[in-house]
């Protein structure tokens, strides 16, 4: 019993590695490119930096980057958690509605800190009408893993408590995140 449940495990950890080398990840310049065009779209109140999020890549694969515009650097990469409900690996569902328990994509300005359940929290504001507006009503923040293993949440973008409180230091009140779906 023992013995197939390393096989299996082994398989697993496999199937995973083969499954991160596959997928598609933005480079460093198409990463600054996209950072550049939606602070040009959006025109939030603060532009040194964006947060860009990459569901296409999976939950125990670095799929956060911060980026600081005026270097023109990638300055954090980190593993950031979203729904349960959404996907296993990667998010395939999302939602914009209240209780819905789904990630959600598109553009967001960030908000205001404060403590909250979780610890150390930022809200964010969805910016596109119809995908992500809901997002104040649905309580949807960053904040740190609850379960330290797990990358899941209801809905918010989780990440490790050090990745948290570095991210929401950096951008709260104004900077743009941009999920990639």
């Known amino acids: ?46 532009s040194s930096f964006v947060i860009i999020v990459d569901y296409r890549r999976p939950v125990f694969a670095d799929r956060l980057y911060l980026i600081d515009l005026k270097k023109r650097k990638i300055v954090l990469r980190a593993k950031v958690g979203h729904a349960f409900r959404s996907g296993f690996f990667t998010p395939c569902r999302f939602g914009n509605i209240k209780g819905s328990n789904l990630s959600t994509y598109g553009t967001f300005q960030t908000a205001s800190d404060y403590n909250g359940k979780y610890g150390y929290a930022m809200r964010v504001v969805g910016l596109d009408k119809g995908i992500n507006d809901h997002t104040l009503k649905r309580a949807i923040v960053f904040h740190k893993n609850y379960i330290p293993v797990l990358m899941y949440s209801n809905g918010c973008f989780t990440t490790d408590e050090k990745v948290n409180r570095t991210l929401i230091e950096t951008t709260k009140n104004g900077h743009l995140l941009c999920v990639v779906k």
């Open 1 to 46: 019993m023992r013995r197939k449940l390393i096989i299996a495990l082994l398989l697993l950890v496999f199937l995973m590695i083969i499954w991160i080398v596959r997928i598609p990840s933005f480079s460093d310049e198409a990463l600054m490119r996209l950072a550049e065009d939606k602070v040009k779209q959006y025109q939030p109140p603060k």
